[in-house]
């Protein structure tokens, strides 16, 4: 079977977001915690980078360990989570040599009292043609052996046959799990045996990570974490299970009821629960923008990198998910193949996100939601200061706050400055008086598609509005 992660996903092409050695330090601890199988819940918010970080570990881990990557969205559709679990588990853990397709094909039966009965009518009929038993004689047959009964078919009518059959079906299902466990960890055991005298052997524990949770039904989201507990928490095996936890327990909410106690419900699943360190927003913006703007500029050229991150931490906006929406807004402006300056663009951006209302007096009045200066009258309804951005010196030029910043680059959105400025700028001796102008030569500067047509205001309205239809 093909490898479920391209091997190219590895740490080395995400330096930007550098967690390769909080993955060091899980595999350590999760090690240390194996013998008994342990269940951990890696946390992070919708966008952080779960699924890069699982698929990159997952190429790390493989070097050592038997590993199985669960796409838990893929199977969403199918409706029963015990099946694609085991589809899973059988398909990844059988090894290509053939010495443990036996286990393999156990597992399957192992779990065959757990998976839904989709055609209850069409079972009977299977077993009547492979046995030549009347499918009722078949039931009583199972009800007397399993149950310890000596009931004659005459004797038992429908209502108890619907219930011995639910007692026979509830005892398999007990007796079935502690059969199953050990087949798993058989078929494990086989596959870490057989792989010994390789150019790649295995060692304990097994790794099992179980990725796109966010995006599943809630109803499904919390069928799988229910039969990680309850079949496949054994020893020597570890499940890492992404999720964005406080989503997931708004899931449980939206199943169980507002009152319903979320946190601790899911508190009896993990063992533990470990954040994923957030990339800053600098890291990023880098990871996600690089791609988009090309060879339009690069983040290493001068204040670019700081005027884009103070943009974001001005406004307070924080969440990766929002900063993403405001990427994804670059980005169609990007494909559009016009000129846009990507400072006041990215600005707008965020206000439609943020403030709306502030938005919508600019676009239609150009009513600057930015005091100009410090000194400036509040005779109209501006933002809340943020005093936490520090002041920024272009050029030799006076140190602007960057609410001022924010004023001058919306201001100058339909201007042009003159190309000498910006190698003042370079050379520092831009004139004190003169930081209004340096201001807009950063923001002539950085430009997406710098050849194509340059866009007035109206094509910044334009690309906004459409970035709507794509929420």
């Not at 199918?78 to 094909?105: H, I, T």
């Not at 499940?239 to 936890?245: E, H």
């Not at 602007?400 to 201007?415: A, H, P």
């Amino acid at each position: 079977m093909a490898s479920p992660v391209p091997n190219s996903e590895t740490f080395d092409q995400y330096r930007v977001i550098d967690n390769e050695q909080f993955s060091q330090h899980l595999t350590r601890f999760l090690n240390s915690k194996s013998d008994e199988g342990y269940v951990l819940n890696l946390n992070a918010e919708w966008g952080a980078g779960k699924t890069t970080f699982l698929q990159c570990w997952y190429n790390e881990l493989s070097k050592s360990h038997p590993v199985v990557y669960f796409d838990a969205w893929k199977s969403d559709f199918s409706k029963d989570a015990m099946l694609a679990l085991v589809d899973c588990f059988q398909s990844q853990l059988k090894n290509p040599r053939s010495v443990n397709k036996k286990f393999a094909k156990d597992l399957l039966e192992k779990s065959s009292h757990f998976i839904r009965k989709t055609a209850p009518s069409m079972a009977v009929g299977y077993v009547k043609h492979k046995t030549g038993i009347d499918g009722d004689e078949s039931l009583i047959e199972d009800f007397n052996e399993t149950l310890g009964l000596d009931i004659a078919e005459k004797e038992c009518g429908d209502a108890l046959k619907e219930v011995l059959k639910s007692l026979v079906e509830q005892r398999k299902k007990v007796e079935g799990i502690s059969e199953f466990k050990s087949t798993l960890q058989t078929m494990a055991a086989s596959l870490i045996k057989s792989l010994e005298d390789t150019d790649t052997p295995k060692t304990y524990p097994i790794y099992i990570l179980v990725d796109e949770l966010d995006r599943c039904r809630p109803s499904y989201a919390i069928e799988v974490i229910e039969n990680i507990k309850h079949f496949f928490d054994t020893k020597k095996f570890v499940f890492v299970v992404a999720t964005d936890t406080g989503q997931l327990q708004h899931s449980i909410k939206a199943i169980y009821g507002n009152g319903f106690d979320a946190h601790s419900y899911l508190s009896r699943f993990f063992h533990k629960t470990v954040t994923l360190p957030p990339p800053s927003t600098e890291q990023y913006l880098k990871s996600r923008l690089t791609t988009i703007i090309g060879d339009d500029f690069s983040f290493s050229d001068p204040y670019i990198t700081q005027m884009l991150v103070s943009i974001f931490d001005w406004h307070n906006m924080t969440s990766l998910r929002e900063i993403d929406k405001v990427i994804q807004d670059l980005d169609l402006a990007k494909i559009s193949g016009k000129q846009f300056k990507i400072l006041p663009l990215t600005i707008l951006a965020v206000l439609k996100r943020l403030h709306s209302t502030e938005y919508a007096a600019f676009t239609k009045s150009r009513v600057n939601p930015y005091r100009r200066d410090r000194n400036a009258r509040d005779d109209q309804d501006y933002l809340l200061k943020n005093n936490a951005i520090p002041s920024v010196t272009i050029g030799g030029s006076k140190a602007e706050s960057f609410e001022s910043i924010l004023f001058y680059v919306l201001v100058g959105i339909d201007n042009s400055s003159s190309p000498s400025l910006w190698d003042s700028i370079m050379a520092g001796s831009v004139p004190s008086h003169n930081s209004t102008g340096a201001v807009g030569a950063v923001s002539d500067r950085y430009l997406l598609n710098p050849n194509g047509e340059a866009s007035e205001f109206p094509s910044y309205m334009k690309v906004l509005e459409l970035s709507g239809h794509f929420e």
